[in-house]
């Protein structure tokens, strides 16, 4: 029952965040791909992958979807080796974000607009770059927003268990 709910509250966060009007891919889904696997474990990877799913059918379903819903998956599970701290956390989100750079635009590229060629290739890297500044930019705001909450939740969280632990 647990599972459920946290996968409803993910679906309700990648949702929220995805049908908000914002710039071009200034959203907090390569944070919550990254952070949600870290905190909650792995076996949250679906509830991204379904709710990636459910939100692509309601905004319009495309040719890269998959690309997108399998970088998701690799952010998740590249995510438990920056585990440590939170600069490292930062920096794994932020690895996050290349990946899906990488993995989503070699998408784009074997749609074949840009020529089957490494120019081909180049090019759809290149003019995907203003994409790669939003995704940046979001995804450390929003993992340093994660993190903020992170904290305080282990404070507080530590305040109880003495509280708890005195008795």
Known sequence: MNYLKISIGIFI????????????????????????PV?????????????????????????LTHWTWGSVFL????????????TLRILGSISGVFLFFTVSNFGVW????????????????T???????YNLISTLIFSIL????????????KKINKIFLKN
């Open 13 to 36: 966060l990648l949702a929220t965040s995805r049908f908000v009007p914002h710039p071009p891919n200034f959203t907090s889904l390569l944070a919550l791909s990254f952070y949600v």
């Open 146 to 157: 994660i993190e903020i909450i992170y904290y305080i939740y282990q404070l507080k969280f």
């Open 75 to 86: 952010i998740g599970l590249i995510s438990n080796y920056f585990n440590k701290n939170y």
């Open 127 to 133: 003019l995907a770059i203003p994409f790669l500044g």
């Open 110 to 125: 074997t749609l074949g607009g840009y020529g089957y060629d490494f120019n081909g290739l180049t090019l759809c890297y």
């Open 39 to 63: 905190l909650l474990g792995r076996r949250f990877i679906p509830s991204l992958i379904i709710s990636f799913a459910i939100t692509d059918i309601l905004i319009g379903y495309h040719s």
